[in-house]
């Protein structure tokens, strides 16, 4: 035995950690895809399942980083953020989302990602025992947390025949004694519902009422389309009493590998995870700040971004409807989520859609992720390779005959 087996820390497996034989999600699409590129040398495969824009930050952004990096100034630990980041932070929310009073040194703090924010924050919250209220299908490092932590995750299932909201009034009342938390995702990964104000009201009644923590994911929250403004659960009256929003400006400003991002709301909440981050990390790099601020100040680059992800959805359900698919065009995010095939024509059967997916990639070369969490789902991306509108056209026009030639059953 090796002498670390018995170190191993129990939430990691202990003893058992490393000796699981199941295999990720996503580890199962990389094998299939590769067997496929393999098979097929010649045929491009089409992937409709990358999670991260394909454009590259804007050229001012870079512009503002390469004139940051070399400031000597800017060398120093960033601990928990400068200010002028969080300034500008609270005036992006002020502007695009209405949300009024913010003062950036008590209701604002910076992170290094998504990610690490949403592992900081149940830290803050979260005792052995303690519940957290989770949405599936969905990001699950808040979910995971909770669990290192010793506490426990109940299951929300977003269902197409609510909106894919989730049901407040499902959770039992023997979990909502031990519930202190709620993790929300709008507009959502991997479904592109979006929230209403309604929906947000109704969360910040739950919250009060049962003395629960909410905490908003909103990474998609500007990726909106025809006409649905952009909504923050913090606009809603009551919700800075309740909970805290997490903000990224990975899809928005197209900066996943950045690291750049913040978490703004309820004072006290704010401060302890202000607490937790300054023990966890020593900020994120002054200059990549100061290139997120000239982000947040120039949002005509969410706008064009907005302007080419609709136009791709316009294509994509269009092709989805023609393959069978009840495709609709979402109103927020960069996913269309459709419910997977029964099997094809020619007899093939689909159990799951992790099954249409591993057929799809090694039959159609065409990369999706599946979704069985809540029902069989396909979620396709519209971040697909393609650099001009023509492009763009030849791809979906590429999608539509392969799809068409596997002959599907619903």
């Not at 940051?68 to 800017?74: D, R, S, V």
Request: aromatic share 10%; with cysteine.
């Amino acid at each position: 035995m090796n002498f670390i087996d018995d170190k191993i820390s129990e939430r990691l497996g202990g003893r058992n950690f490393g000796k699981s034989t199941e295999i990720y999600k996503f580890e199962l699409i990389k094998r299939a895809k590769a067997a496929a590129k393999k098979e097929h040398p010649d045929v491009p495969l089409i992937d409709m399942g990358v999670g991260e824009p394909d454009w590259p930050a804007d050229p001012m952004v870079v512009q503002t980083l390469s004139e940051e990096a070399g400031k000597p100034q800017n060398r120093w630990y960033a601990d928990n953020g400068i200010l002028e980041f969080q300034e500008a932070a609270a005036q992006y929310l002020h502007n695009i989302y209405g949300v009024q009073g913010l003062n950036p040194s008590e209701h604002i703090v910076h992170g290094i990602g998504s990610k690490p924010m949403l592992a900081i924050l149940p830290i803050c919250f979260i005792n052995p025992g303690d519940v957290l209220l989770t949405t599936i299908p969905g990001y699950p490092v808040t979910a995971t947390y909770t669990k290192y932590l010793g506490g426990e995750v109940f299951n929300l299932p977003l269902l197409e025949s609510n909106s894919f909201l989730p049901d407040l009034s499902s959770v039992p009342e023997s979990i909502l004694k031990r519930s202190k938390a709620i993790y929300l995702n709008y507009p959502n990964n991997p479904t592109g519902a979006t929230a209403t104000p309604e929906f947000f009201k109704e969360v910040v009644e739950f919250a009060v009422r049962h003395g629960i923590v909410v905490i908003h994911d909103a990474p998609y929250a500007a990726l909106t389309y025809d006409g649905n403004k952009p909504l923050s659960f913090l606009s809603v009256d009551g919700a800075m009493d309740v909970g805290v929003e997490v903000h990224s400006l990975s899809k928005a400003f197209n900066m996943t590998g950045w690291r750049i991002g913040f978490v703004c709301g309820n004072p006290k909440a704010i401060k302890a995870y202000a607490t937790v981050k300054d023990n966890t990390d020593s900020g994120q790099f002054r200059a990549i700040q100061k290139a997120g601020i000239t982000a947040l100040s120039n949002t005509s680059i969410t706008d064009k971004t907005v302007e080419k992800y609709s136009r791709r959805f316009d294509l994509l359900v269009q092709a989805l409807r023609a393959s069978g698919f009840r495709a609709k065009k979402p109103k927020g995010s960069f996913y269309c989520y459709v419910q997977s095939p029964k099997g094809t024509k020619q007899g093939d059967k689909f159990n799951t859609a992790a099954e249409f997916s591993d057929f799809l990639i090694r039959h159609a070369l065409i990369s999706t992720v599946p979704w069985d969490d809540a029902g069989s789902y396909i979620r396709f991306s519209v971040t697909f390779e393609a650099d001009t509108p023509e492009q763009e056209i030849q791809v979906i026009g590429e999608l539509t005959r392969r799809l068409k030639s596997i002959d599907l059953q619903f």
